[in-house]
C-alpha cells in the first residue's frame, strides 16, 4: 500500500457501532441495525450514506472541467474484439498441443483475458462501450462468449445496485454472506479455500441473497453462449471448451488480475471503504484498477480515469491505494486481521424498502 497506507489499522471496533446504533430512536429502522450488529458481528457496520457522493460533489465545485470527461469510449470496443481474436488465435494454435503447454497458456494467456473480459462488460454495463444502451448490451454479450459462461446480462442488474446502494444489507451481493465470514476465518488456509471458490461466491450469491427474476436479456445472454458453445465444440472440441471455462475460473483465483476482487473495497485501512490501484496491469483491464475515482464518476469510462485523478489530484493523492495487485492477494492471505468479513456494511433501507426494490426487479430495466 502506498500513501496514507503504511501499517494497516483496524477499523471502529462493532461495539463503538453498537453504541451510537443504541443511541438513536427506536424506529424500525433502528431496530433492524441493532438486530443486525447481533446476528452479523464479524462485519464493520456504518450507517452513513454513499461514501462517494460527497466527493463527487466537491470535486465537481473545485473542477467543473471534470464534466467533459464523462461518455463512452468508441475504442472500449475495438479492444474487446482484440481480446476475442487472442482468444481464438490460441485455440488455433493449441489444437494438438501437448497437455502441460495447454495448462500453461490456459492459467496464463486465456486466464488474463477472461478476467479482462468481464471488465469490458463492466464498462458496458455504464453505458461507456456506445452511445446507445441497446449497443452496449449487446456489445456485453459478445464480450461474455469467450468465457464459456454466461454472466453480462445478469452482471449488470447487480453492479448497478452495488454503485448506488454500496454496502446495503441484502441488495449489494458484492460483500460476502456472514456464512462465508463464519466458515473461512482469518487462517492462511481458510481463506485461500475461500479465495480458491471466488466464482462460486460470485456466481451463486446474488442467487441466494438477491435473487431477480430472469429477464429477456439474460435468456438472450444464456442463448448467445449456449450457440457459441456448441460451435466452440463442433471446432476444438471439449478441450477447447475447457480451456475457456477454466481459464475463467483461473482468473478469477490466485492470478495477479484477481487482486482487483480484494483491493476495491476490503479494508486495509482505517475507515477507508474503496482503495484504487495504479499499476500496469490498469491497461489490461480497462482501468479498473482506478476505483475510488470510478465510484466518484461512474460515467467517466476506463480511459479517463488517470485524467479524473489528475485533474482532481488533492482529492484522490492522498487516499492508500496501491501499485501492486499480486501483494493485495499476499497481505489478504498472511493478515490475520483479514477475512472476507473485512467490509463495511450498511442498514439505511427498511425491509418494506428493499422488497419493493426486488419486486421491481431492481434498477436495471427489463
Not at 98 to 118: E, G, Q, R
Not at 179 to 192: L, R
Not at 299 to 328: C, I, Q
Request: aromatic share 14%.
Amino acid at each position: 500500500m502506498a500513501k496514507g497506507g503504511e501499517g494497516a489499522k483496524r477499523p471502529p471496533a462493532v461495539d463503538d457501532a453498537a453504541k451510537s446504533v443504541s443511541e438513536m430512536p427506536k424506529t424500525e429502522l433502528a431496530l433492524k441495525q441493532e438486530l443486525l450488529l447481533k446476528t452479523e458481528p464479524g462485519f464493520y457496520w456504518r450507517q452513513d450514506g454513499d461514501p462517494h457522493a460527497l466527493r463527487t460533489k466537491q470535486i465537481l465545485i473545485a473542477h467543473p472541467e471534470v464534466n467533459k470527461l464523462m461518455g463512452h469510449d468508441p475504442m472500449t470496443k475495438w479492444k474487446l474484439f482484440v481480446y476475442f481474436g487472442i482468444q481464438f488465435a490460441s485455440l488455433e494454435i493449441l489444437i494438438g498441443a501437448p497437455w502441460y503447454v495447454w495448462a500453461f497458456c490456459c492459467c496464463t494467456i486465456c486466464a488474463t483475458m477472461n478476467n479482462s473480459l468481464p471488465l469490458a462488460f463492466h464498462e458496458m454495463s455504464h453505458n461507456l462501450g456506445a452511445k446507445k444502451m441497446w449497443h452496449n448490451r449487446i456489445l456485453a454479450i459478445i464480450s461474455n462468449l469467450p468465457m464459456a459462461i454466461p454472466a453480462a446480462s445478469t452482471f449488470r442488474r447487480y453492479h448497478i445496485e452495488h454503485h448506488k446502494f454500496q454496502g446495503e444489507h441484502i441488495v449489494d451481493v458484492d460483500i460476502p454472506s456472514n456464512w462465508e465470514g463464519q466458515v473461512f476465518t482469518a487462517n492462511t488456509i481458510s481463506k485461500a479455500i475461500w479465495m480458491f471458490f471466488q466464482p462460486a461466491w460470485y456466481s451463486l450469491r446474488p442467487l441466494v441473497m438477491n435473487p431477480k427474476d430472469v429477464t429477456f436479456w439474460e435468456l438472450a445472454n444464456y442463448a448467445a453462449s449456449i450457440a457459441f458453445d456448441v460451435l466452440l465444440y463442433s471446432r476444438y472440441g471439449i478441450s477447447g471448451l475447457l480451456y475457456l471455462a477454466i481459464g475463467s475460473l483461473v482468473g478469477m483465483q490466485f492470478h495477479p488480475t484477481a487482486g482487483h476482487f480484494i483491493s476495491e473495497h476490503f479494508i486495509f485501512h482505517d475507515n477507508q471503504e474503496t482503495y484504487s490501484y495504479y499499476g500496469p496491469l490498469n491497461w489490461l483491464t480497462f482501468h479498473v484498477g482506478y476505483h475510488n475515482e470510478h465510484h466518484d464518476f461512474p460515467y467517466v469510462t476506463g480511459k479517463n480515469l488517470h485524467k479524473l485523478r489528475l485533474a482532481a489530484p488533492e482529492f484522490y493523492d492522498t487516499l492508500p491505494h496501491y501499485h501492486s495487485w499480486a501483494k493485495v492477494l499476499i497481505d489478504f492471505l498472511m493478515d490475520e486481521n483479514l477475512s472476507p468479513f473485512s467490509r463495511f456494511k450498511r442498514a439505511t433501507m427498511l425491509d418494506s424498502e428493499v422488497k419493493e426494490l426486488q419486486a421491481k426487479g431492481g434498477l436495471v430495466p427489463r
